[in-house]
Antibody, heavy 120, light 108 residues
Framework: QVQLKESGPGLVQPSQTLSLTCTVS????????VHWVRQPPGKGLEWMGR???????SYNSALKSRLSISRDTSKNQVFLKMNSLQTDDTGTYYC??????????????WGQGTLVTVSS | EIVLTQSPVSITASQGEKVTITCRASSSISSNYLHWYQQKAGSYPKLLIYRTSILASGFPDSFSGSGSDTSYTLTISCMQDEVAASYYCQQGSSSPPTFGSGTKLEIK
């Protein structure tokens, strides 16, 4: 079955770089798009960006200057790197898979999420 | 960017009561690209309704969705303990995909 799992450090210092990994199973990264969505504590959901099945990336313009998404198809992993972290980057980070093999932005499959706290 | 405005922000309903949540878009969206998610505390968002009105697997038919253009609605026909959660609309009509700010539904 389709599974996604986020991993990474729970605590990051201000101004440092966040590195997260989304490990997937049950589907191929060369067939489906994987997205990153985040949620500050007690707040709503924000789409961050996506890795397309063909390797193309797309980013939320509000984060584009700080964000990079890459992948390793041999390891079934998608990576998120975001620099210059501030306290308002604290939140739960999810990876999610598009339901269809196109940019439909319909998220039926989610990881459990990983909580990232930005604090010194 | 399409902004989705949900109302109400929060609602408290009694057992058996009907609940309606509204999602308004800043510009027109095809009904094929408007979806709803349910999120319970400490859990990830779960796809509840897609393409405006199609119920996702595992959810009871007490949930329904409708709407078109810039106005969409999620209806819960009968409030029960297990539907207490936060609900988010989301549009996939144009990039970036955006979510509504959420509606927190609590039981009285």
């Amino acid at each position: 079955q389709v599974q996604l799992k986020e991993s990474g450090p729970g605590l990051v210092q201000p101004s440092q770089t966040l590195s997260l990994t989304c490990t997937v199973s049950g589907f191929s990264l060369t067939s489906y798009n994987v997205h990153w969505v985040r949620q500050p504590p007690g707040k709503g959901l924000e789409w961050m960006g996506r890795m397309r099945y063909n390797g193309d990336t797309s980013y939320n313009s509000a984060l584009k200057s700080r964000l990079s998404i890459s992948r390793d198809t041999s390891k079934n992993q998608v990576f998120l790197k975001m620099n210059s972290l501030q306290t308002d980057d604290t939140g739960t980070y999810y990876c999610t898979r598009d339901t269809y093999t196109t940019d439909y932005y319909l998220f039926a499959y989610w990881g459990q999420g990983t909580l990232v706290t930005v604090s010194s | 960017e399409i902004v989705l405005t949900q109302s109400p922000v929060s609602i408290t309903a009694s057992q058996g009561e009907k609940v309606t949540i509204t999602c308004r878009a800043s510009s027109s969206i095809s009904s094929n690209y408007l979806h709803w998610y349910q999120q319970k505390a400490g859990s990830y968002p779960k796809l509840l309704i897609y393409r405006t009105s199609i119920l996702a697997s595992g959810f009871p038919d007490s949930f329904s969705g409708s709407g078109s253009d810039t106005s969409y609605t999620l209806t819960i026909s009968c409030m029960q303990d297990e539907v207490a959660a936060s609900y988010y609309c989301q549009q996939g009509s144009s990039s970036p995909p955006t979510f509504g700010s959420g509606t927190k539904l609590e039981i009285k």
